[in-house]
Nanobody, 121 residues
Framework: QVQLVESGGGSVQPGGSLRLSCVVSESVYSINGMGWYRQAPGNGREFVAL???????NYADSVKGRFTVSRDDAKNTVYLQMNSLKPEDTAVYYC???????????????WGQGTLVTVSS
């Protein structure tokens, strides 16, 4: 059973920064895309950032210039550096990874449990 373990959430003031981390809990055959989604109160889950293996990151327009997604393939870890945080960034942030667990398995999307980010004064 592959799990994504998230950390780094918390409460910050507007303009502050947080760095989220998400690590795949066990060895897998391959990981394609890794990234982040979020769900604010009363909203559906929305795309935030995604970085393909060996590719360039993609961002939602609402976070461009403020958030940076990166990955360390040696550690099977994806990060989300969040700067200039705004109250509207308040949400539960979910890590996502498209994983091929074994050579004989298909890729499938795997979600973390979510970590809460609260931005308020």
């Amino acid at each position: 059973q592959v799990q994504l373990v998230e950390s780094g959430g918390g409460s910050v003031q507007p303009g502050g920064s947080l760095r989220l981390s998400c690590v795949v809990s066990e060895s897998v055959y391959s990981i394609n895309g890794m990234g982040w989604y979020r769900q604010a109160p009363g909203n559906g889950r929305e795309f935030v950032a995604l970085i393909p293996h060996g590719g360039r990151a993609n961002y939602a327009d609402s976070v461009k210039g403020r958030f940076t997604v990166s990955r360390d393939d040696a550690k099977n870890t994806v990060y989300l550096q969040m700067n200039s945080l705004k109250p509207e960034d308040t949400a539960v942030y979910y890590c996502y990874a498209d994983i091929k667990p074994k050579i004989y398995y298909d890729y499938h999307g795997t979600w973390g449990q979510g970590t809460l980010v609260t931005v308020s004064s």
